[in-house]
């Protein structure tokens, strides 16, 4: 079992930058792949990132690739997500996942999001 607690979500203004944390409970995090979606108001959860269990595999999806950057740090349980160059379709709910797969979907287990707004 693992829980997961987001943070980092915030207002910022398009061409911004923040940082999402994802802190994981339990002894096992280092043996699981780690992954962010996003849902946006009235679109389906999508798949944003993901690394695998030693951080020396990295996805991404198209829409953040050169802009977003997944790395975890398994002494401190957290994983992160570096988001740059923010622009306003980037404002969404973002999810931390674990899985012991790292895949785009069918994850095991979600913490309960932090908001993201960029404003134009």
């Known amino acids: 079992q693992v829980q997961l607690v987001e943070s980092g979500g915030g207002l910022v203004q398009a061409g911004g930058s923040l940082r999402l944390s994802c802190a994981a409970s339990?002894?096992?995090?280092?043996?699981?792949?780690m992954g962010w979606f996003r849902q946006a108001p009235g679109k389906a959860r999508e798949f944003v990132a993901s690394?695998?269990?030693?951080?020396?595999?990295?996805d991404y999806a198209d829409s953040v690739k050169g802009r977003f950057t997944i790395s975890r740090d398994n002494a401190k349980n957290t994983v992160y997500l570096q988001m740059n160059s923010l622009k306003p379709e980037d404002t969404a709910g973002y999810y931390c996942?674990?899985?012991?797969?790292?895949?785009?979907?069918?994850?095991?287990?979600w913490g309960q999001g932090t908001q993201v707004t960029v404003s134009s």
């Open positions: 690394i695998n269990w030693s951080g020396g595999s990295t």
């Open positions: 339990g002894r096992t995090f280092s043996t699981y792949a």
């Open positions: 996942a674990a899985n012991i797969l790292m895949r785009r979907s069918g994850w095991d287990y």
